[in-house]
């Protein structure tokens, strides 16, 4: 097993990659612990969980809701818990996302940890400490900065991850090696059926590597004021595409770091042969390299996202494979970018 510390200006946390489920209670405070998952990971590893209350929740972004958040509050209420409680999120990165925010704000804020059970919450969500909920149909527009205080990396749980579930996660890890680690993208790159199988050590390396990168960038910058931003790497487009056409977060990442490779072609940033080994290693890990939509509507949803200020975004381009920088940029600035020609 392998740990990774995460050092928030309030709290720290603790990643611990390949330690399993069945151990989760020796992680658990010895107070009052309640569990919030949601019915796939119930059904499957429910065997597996320690003899708390559960609270179930929905599926997929339409319930990332305060309307969810508020029917947890009341379930936290009927089983009495007080401020010496600890809520434990079993799940992919709604339930953490969730969790989190529950956790945050009830009896203003009591202890948390979660087990990642999707490739994406184990190499992202569930790292770095943002909790949140979406609002009127915008993705995570409520939410904090608050640690976890531990981090369960079963890599044995993503066995059972439908294979779309699994590209999400490989977007990230792409996300990943594309900002910051050159070495991990050749990784990608000479190993791709390897991953795609979940093979152990493959798998095991790339949720490290990952984790790793994104440790180090959070560490620096907890509040995204400056690095932590290059971690949006994709995300300008992603949100957007997939609240304009309603695809899953990898797809809208991936779609999105192919856009804003382009741009950092059209700006002179970075290279064509650069930017053609992007799009062959998305679309070797099958993730899309485009998503249809109107310029006009993506243009609206990335003129509401909450990263907007005023008419600029922080928008990530890439210099160089493993290189990225943020750069302010009006919304004529982008709407002239995604009208001319690569
Ligand atoms: N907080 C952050 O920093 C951060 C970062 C990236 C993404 N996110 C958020 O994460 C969310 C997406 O997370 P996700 O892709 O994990 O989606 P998800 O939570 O919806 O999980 C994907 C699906 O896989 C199922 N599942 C999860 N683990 C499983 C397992 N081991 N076996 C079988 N089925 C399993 C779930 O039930 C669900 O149906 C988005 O809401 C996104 O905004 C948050």
Redesign the pocket.
């Known amino acids: 097993m392998e740990t990774i510390q995460i050092q928030g200006e309030t709290a720290s946390s603790r990643i611990l990659i390949g330690e399993s489920l069945r151990n989760l209670v020796d992680y658990v405070p010895q107070n009052r612990c309640v569990i919030i998952t949601?019915?796939?990971?119930r059904n499957?590893y429910q065997r597996q969980f320690p003899p708390f209350p559960v609270i179930e929740i929905g599926?997929?972004?339409k319930i990332?809701t305060l309307d969810t958040v508020q029917s947890i509050y009341e379930q936290l209420m009927d089983y009495e818990l007080d401020r010496s409680s600890f809520l434990v999120g079993i799940?992919?990165?709604?339930?953490?996302?969730i969790t989190g925010y529950v956790a945050s704000t009830y009896l203003r804020g009591i202890g948390f940890g979660y087990v990642a059970?999707?490739l994406?919450?184990q190499v992202?969500?569930s790292v770095?400490g943002?909790?949140?909920v979406n609002y009127r149909g915008f993705?995570?527009m409520i939410g904090t900065f608050n640690q976890p205080q531990f981090v369960i990396c079963d890599l044995g749980?993503?066995q059972?991850?439908?294979e779309d579930?699994r590209w999400?996660g490989f977007a990230?890890i792409i996300k990943h090696a594309a900002i910051a680690d050159p070495d991990l993208f050749a990784f990608l790159e000479s190993n791709v059926d390897k991953a795609l199988e979940l093979d152990r050590e493959a798998i095991e390396k790339l949720v490290s590597d990952s984790i790793k990168i994104k440790a180090r960038i959070v560490n620096e910058d907890e509040k995204e004021k400056g690095e932590r931003r290059k971690l949006n790497f994709g995300h300008t487009f992603g949100h957007a595409l997939q609240k304009v056409a309603g695809v899953n977060?990898?797809a809208g990442v991936s779609a999105g770091m192919v856009i804003a490779s382009e741009f950092s072609v059209k700006t002179g940033l970075f290279d064509k042969p650069s930017h053609e080994r992007l799009r062959s290693l998305i679309a070797k890990y099958k993730l899309p390299l485009e998503v249809s939509a109107k310029n006009e509507d993506l243009l609206e949803a990335i003129r509401m996202d909450k990263k907007r200020q005023d008419l600029n975004i922080q928008f990530v381009f890439l210099k160089a494979i493993g290189q990225a920088v943020v750069q302010k940029m009006g919304l004529d600035e982008l709407n002239k970018l995604m009208r001319k020609e690569l």
């Open positions: 949601d019915a796939n990971v499957y599926m997929g972004e990332k799940g992919g990165g709604i339930v953490c996302d059970t999707s994406l919450a992202d969500a770095g943002k909790t949140g993705k995570n749980l993503l059972t991850l439908p579930e999400c990230e977060h990898g």
